[in-house]
């Protein structure tokens, strides 16, 4: 149980990491849209107001509002119609008071309209004359200059991860190149005696190597450029020699496998041959993923994972993920467990320690219910049966059935 | 008014949708771990047991779980260590009863063991006599042979999306490539008279082209492959020569633009020309988002998007992404709208409609909010601050300060 004591908290194990880390940022200049997914290097500033004219958000007719104050069904406004906006022109001559322009949904208003009345609220007695029924508020029906969009104004922040409607924006002001950060280079490097790799047949007491294609997926779909070493026998000479290429070679390296604690101490004697400042914990006080080993080397994180295929994937989470999706650990992490679902069954859980539970989502009479997936963390099935990891806090002992608890998706 | 008799649901326009729908499917042969993200062509079955031998899952002695019966701190068993299990070796005798192997986690069993007591719960008296303070069940500390998966069980069904576990249970039964669904292609088109590129400085009147650029993202975020095709005047005879090659050359068609009733129209005809059945609904009864237009031709969709920006991310995630995706829409539905949140200020909402309202998220005293970012739908600086789609459903008049709501991420 000596472990337990010096195992640390998830925040904790930022805390410490966070202080060493030092992750490369290099550029890479992209077109939109393909720059989708990819980190901003810099603050983008709009050169121009979007839209570049008050422009109208309705079918109707321009007008000056004061024009149509007071008008109601028995006492209309009357107005002549001046004019037609032709979409993507400027108007050429201004709107006169008592006057209407027809316009369509994005047209550019007249000089002096300032609102449009739309047209469901009018009535044409003429080709050269409506009736307004309604009154319209300055401003009503448009888009003024800039209301989306101010010539100066930050539109995204350095740091930024593009989502479709970022590259929508970036469209708006006219930028179509970007530099963004060039994913992060993650060396993955599986040990094990008795781990083959998924081509060869296993004979008796091995299993095929899981750990490095679901690390391999995880990294690909948090942006980062994931590079597979294959498997190492539990060697310090074999496994220093292939962890410092590993290292040297990406930015950032994970190392699974060696759930037992004679290749745990190898594992941990070899990552903290690689440099300073070197192992900053062992063991995290959660479950499952206790005998996890983080360390820093030269800035760059070396992770060593726990063997079983849940845990791995729980550590890789918490620990990995964002690193993988913005070089850091963010400050807010309320949205990392997004969900909120109420526990179908009792789990009990030991105090001081976060539980991590495997879940399936359900919906009962309009509720989101999230029912464990029972079963040992060894097991790889109970992973892909799962739609979801709900996290039972360090401060409670358990969970009754029908409490809330918070949860992120697989 | 007229179009709001004509407007349908989600749930209706889908269902139109599907009964005439009938998207490709194209098999491609993907090695793992690249298929990542793309569909399954058919049910992948388990040729072997995982694991294939009984397995430690913790560091101790392999026993014959009826020799530990009635251990106790005062009246603990002795066993004899007849030996150590080799990590990836079949141990070369079986257990006598009355003894013990040694094994790491990850070991394989020798025959006659059933269960594994930890080495905390043992103490060694000398090197070849251990003592048992607690007892063990027997399958205690174990995986048994097949345990994860048995031989000939189904381990993913067709069309499953492969996320990161499930690239690592392909591998763990030896599944190194698998058939898979290509990406669908998907054409995007933007209309209006008043769109230039984002290439093209606006002149007075014009704005450049946002839609084509979200749309493009969001359909790469979902799976599929994007095809832009430029923005094309509010002709008919340009349009229709246009969208002709948009669905010749894909398996879906996005034209977006024309919110104005005349331009709408001539969408309308134009993708109604184009083939059977031709277009299904005209308007959706939902808010932002009405004015779009749904159509199957000989089997593949083309939808008419609003031109507003906001409207036209509402409308592609709910009538779009699911295509994308999966190349139909899921019968549950529940986790397209996965979070719940209390939101922060009322919203009013016409009864028969459905609202969606883009929220930002904030945490306030553990609990999730959403915060109502609000303005046109004809604004993306709008869609950029927030960090979700709220849905106020169609039975509802609206919903008051602190009430739950369903909230999809953007």
Chains 1, 2 share one sequence.
């Not at 590259?167 to 992060?184: F, N």
């Not at 790799?197 to 490095?212: C, F, K, L, Y």
């Not at 806090?393 to 059935?401: I, R, T």
Request: hydrophobic residues 40%; charged residues 25%.
């Amino acid at each position: 149980m000596q472990e337990l004591f010096n195992a640390v908290t998830v925040s904790k194990a930022r805390a410490l990491m966070s202080r060493h880390l030092s992750l490369p940022v290099r550029a890479e200049k992209m077109r939109i849209p393909s720059a989708l997914g990819h980190c901003l290097l810099d603050d983008v500033t709009a050169a121009i107001d979007v839209p570049g004219f008050d422009r109208a958000t309705v079918d109707g007719f321009a007008v000056r509002a004061g024009d149509t104050f007071g008008a109601s069904e028995g006492m209309p406004a009357y107005l002549e119609v001046a004019g037609e906006v032709l979409m993507g022109q400027a108007p050429d001559v201004s709107l006169e008071p008592g006057r209407a322009w027809r316009i369509a949904t994005g047209g550019m208003l007249p000089t002096g309209a300032d609102a449009v009345v739309m047209v469901e609220h009018t009535e044409e007695l003429d080709e050269r004359t409506i009736v307004v029924t309604r009154p319209v508020a300055p401003g009503e029906n448009v888009i003024r200059k800039g209301e989306d969009i101010e010539a100066g104004q930050l539109v995204l922040s350095a740091g930024h991860r593009l989502r479709p409607q970022d590259l929508g924006i970036l469209a708006a002001v006219g930028i179509t190149e970007v530099e963004v950060r060039r994913p992060l280079k993650v060396g993955i490097v599986s040990t094990g005696d008795e781990i083959v790799s998924p081509e060869q047949t296993p004979g008796a007491g091995q299993v095929r190597d899981i750990n490095s294609y679901t690390l391999y997926g995880a990294v690909l779909s948090n942006g980062g450029e994931p590079i597979l070493y294959g498997i190492v026998p539990d060697r310090f000479d074999l496994l220093q020699k292939k962890l410092a290429q590993a290292w040297k070679e990406n930015d950032m390296v994970l190392l699974s496998g060696g759930s037992s604690v004679g290749v745990r101490d190898v594992a941990d004697r070899v990552i903290q041959s690689l440099g300073r400042p070197g192992v900053l914990f062992h063991g995290l006080s959660i479950k499952p993923g206790k005998p996890t080993v983080g360390a820093v080397i030269e800035g760059k994180p070396v992770f060593g994972l726990p063997g079983h295929p849940v845990s791995t994937l729980v550590v890789f989470e918490l620990l990995v993920a964002p690193l993988v999706r913005l070089g850091r650990y963010p400050e807010e992490d309320f949205l990392e467990f997004p969900l909120r679902a109420r526990i179908t069954r009792n789990i009990r859980s030991a105090a001081g320690r976060e539980d991590y539970i495997r879940v399936k989502l359900v919906l009962r009479q309009q509720e989101l219910w999230a029912e464990p997936v029972l079963g040992k963390s060894g097991l790889i099935s109970n992973l892909v049966k799962a739609d979801g990891l709900a996290r039972i806090s360090a401060e409670k002992e358990g969970v009754e059935a029908g409490e809330t608890v918070e949860v992120k998706l697989l």
